[in-house]
């Protein structure tokens, strides 16, 4: 079960980059609109990852410590 855990978190890391590195390219394109949608997903995306691992780790360490890095404010 932890390893179907890690891959998972894993796959939303992933996700998470590549949208950083989408939402980057907007930026620099000056696509402010694609920018904003971007890092709206971002932020849910954020959002949830951090949900989900403060659920499973809530037996382990009572769930207050994240590994999910943050979003950097533009």
Do not use: F, Y
């Amino acid at each position: 079960m932890r390893v179907i855990k890690a891959e998972l978190l894993h796959d939303g890391l992933r996700v998470l980059a590549q949208l950083r590195r989408q939402k980057e390219a907007a930026i620099e394109a000056g696509d402010l609109d694609q920018a904003t949608e971007l890092r709206n997903a971002e932020e849910e995306l954020v959002t949830r990852l951090t949900k989900r691992e403060r659920e499973w780790t809530a037996g382990v360490d009572g769930g207050t410590r994240s590994t999910l890095p943050c979003s950097g404010s533009r």
